[in-house]
């Protein structure tokens, strides 16, 4: 079968570590395919679509591998490359364009998992055309008496509502003092104008992934993995951000680790946080691949943070490690994506 492995475009100027690991992912996808028989060719997307669908017309492809994660640095237009696709009617990997519009803006995806009884902290979104409530300034910014910020309860972490690879949380995302709340969020807002800011219930406890992998009538969890924290004091928040994942010379980086080794005591426990990760497979209409990021607070309960469709492929990502301790080679692992391909037909005139 003939591929274009889709993805965005990237600069040769590039130095974003989190922009330039898509091309990691390129190499990495091409190659599996490429050992499983498959011929692979790369596809740069951006907004030219004229180009991109000239480049399609020449390739003649069976199918796209569409590992796209935003257009030209633009992360709201994550589903862009899917809807491209489907309404060319090409087949393509991972979750459908609904699927990423919804998992892409955090409000709606936490929107639809309370609809759905699926545990989600507390939130509000704040500024890009999405104002919780009325009015402007710090006056409207301040926690009220009881310490909640529009009825959050606090502690905060505060995120752009529109953003992957934690763009924008490290540890000074976590809010504790009423008083600097306003004016980290104008931090925020000024640092992110053209999306929200979500003020979210800093869960205190643990953190755990799931990555989920197409399988005959659904979805199975690989292994859960565990984001240990080592060394980190009291007075350091637990928080897997940017720096955490792509700043390797920074203490984040060297002493945040993946575990799936889990004590027998955790044994109820990781299998909840399981439950609650594959319930997110079906809501969302998620395809092929994805994964499901959680904290854990002290009573035990799981609340899901994050829904990541068509997560990073790239050999030291969590889903390929994930893979990989569930004995899955990259070959069987880009299988089981390709046989649950996003194909919609046309409809009849």
Known sequence: MKLLVAHNAVAATESDPSTLDVLEQVRHISEALTRAGHRAEPLPFDRDLRAVLERIERARPDMIFNLVESVEGDARLHPAAAAFFELLGIAHTGSPARALELSTDKHLSKVLLHAAGVPTPEWVSCGGGGEASPGKGAACCAPTNDGAFRGV????????????????????????????????????????????????????????????????????????AEIVFDGYGPGKERVLGFRAKWDSASPEYKNTRRSYDHPAADAALVERVRRTSLACWGLFGLRGYARVDLRVDDSGKPYVIEINTNPCLSP??????????????????????????????????
């Open 153 to 224: 309860p606090g502690p905060w972490i505060l995120k752009p509502a529109q953003e992957d690879a934690s763009i924008g949380i490290d540890e000074d995302s976590v809010v504790r003092d009423p008083a600097a709340l306003p004016v980290k969020l104008a931090q925020m807002r000024q640092r992110f104008p053209t999306q929200p800011i979500l003020v979210e219930r800093y869960i205190e406890g643990r953190e755990f992934n799931v990555s989920l992998l197409a399988a005959p009538g659904g979805a199975q969890a690989l292994p859960v």
């Open 316 to 349: 030291d990502a969590g889903f390929a490690a994930a893979a990989e301790r569930a004995a899955i080679p990259p070959e069987r692992m880009v299988r089981h994506i390709l046989e649950d391909a996003v194909c919609l037909p046309r409809q009849p005139n």
